[in-house]
Structure formats: structure tokens, C-alpha cells
């Protein structure tokens, strides 16, 4: 069943939009913290994205490039704007598709499928892992690119680090032993000096900092460490 990502504000027009697209056999989602559209893409993983322009805090197009951060899933524009520029920046924005408001269902319904066979048809190409994404309130580790971002902020790195910072979120909130950390980071841990382990522990530790976010990593004594969640987004 492919998972559609509804961002629209108009409560009518989402519930309209999500009734049709649960009769023909989808799985509608909607989002309503417009703050983190990313975020919520990311632990959503959705096959395809409908997308309003006027939005609360920011706009479609914001959401569309930071989107395409991380995805090349279809993007469908909704909007009552009907300009032709409009038109042009969603699509140089990274939009798959424009649809203007009020539209026939059908027209959505036609274009979405459309999008679903480019994408996800015998002759298209892979999307990228939603396994390479992590996501924990807000933060984002990318294992792919080997970044973790932070409300726009944004740090690379090394191998080693990016395995950690996923144990860790995978974990949040959790202890990590250190004996799970070191089967992670290295496949033979025989030889591994325990030393080894608090580096990277501080170079994540660093890494954080550089995006704002301090006091996270928790050091349990005899055990190993926790990732402490201290950078949830203001109410």
C-alpha cells in the first residue's frame, strides 16, 4: 500500500483529499506541525508527497527543497495560486507536478498514479534507503551523507561517528552498552583499546554542539551511555 503525505491546512480540503485517496486503496497521512515537515517526513517515509504552497511558518516551497534533502520521492503541489511563476518555482523548487485549487478529484487522482509509475515502475530508478535516515525529535542523521542537522544546522561525520550517533538514536532515551557500541563501530573488537570508544563518544559529543544541541550524551558508569533527548522543539 503506498503511503501518501498530505501537507495542507485546510482541514476541509485534507479530509476530502484523504477520504478519496483511502477509497482507492492508499494510506493518507496528514501533517499539522508545520514546523517540521522534514522531521515528520522522515519518520513517516511516505511513497509521495501533496504539498500546499501557503502554509503556516513556512511555505510549500521551503518544505519542498528541504525535502529533497533527503528524497527524490514525487512531490504534487496544491495551491489556489494560479500564476504562471508560481507555477515555475514549484517546479524549480523540486516539485514533480502542480495542481490548482478547487480541483477535480479525478485530476489529482490521475496525476498521482501518474507520479507512482514514473517513481516506483519496472523501468524507475531506486529511491534512496529510508534506512539511511534517522530521525529523533527534530534531529536528523543521514548515514548516507554522513550528516546529522539540527533546525537547519547542519555537521559532517566520519564513519565511525555517524554509526555511533545512529546506535545512539536508535536507542534514545535507552542505554547503549558499550559492548553493543563496539560490535557496531568495529568488527573485531578484540583489539580495540576501551579508550577508543570515549573518543568517539566526544567527537559525537562535539559534533552535537556544533548544531546547538549540548548535554546529550549521558555517560552511564559501568554500563555505556544514553542518548538524552534535551533539544525538543519549543511548544
Known sequence: MYKMMIVEDDDKIATILGS???????EP?????????????????????????????????YWCRQIRTVSNVPILFLSARVGEMDQVMAIENGGDDYITKPFHLEVVMAKIKSALRRTYG??????????????????????????????????ELSRNEAKLA???MRRAGQIATREQLLEALWDDVSFVDDNTLNVNVTRVRKKLEEIGIEKAIDTVRGQGYRLLVTWREPT
Not at 497521512?29 to 504552497?53: G, S
Not at 551523507?145 to 555537521?155: D, H, I, M
Request: aromatic share 12%.
Open 20 to 26: 478519496y485517496l483511502d477509497k482507492y486503496g492508499y
Open 29 to 61: 497521512v496528514r501533517v499539522t506541525d508545520y514546523r517540521n515537515v522534514k522531521q515528520a517526513f522522515v519518520r513517516l517515509e511516505p511513497h509521495l508527497v501533496l504539498l500546499d504552497i501557503n502554509l503556516p511558518q513556512y511555505d510549500g516551497f
Open 122 to 155: 519496472e523501468y524507475a530508478s531506486a529511491p534512496q534507503a529510508a534506512s539511511d535516515l534517522v530521525e529523533v525529535e527534530g534531529l536528523l542523521l543521514d548515514r548516507g551523507r554522513g550528516t546529522l542537522e539540527w533546525q537547519g544546522r547542519k555537521t
Open 166 to 168: 545512529e546506535q545512539l
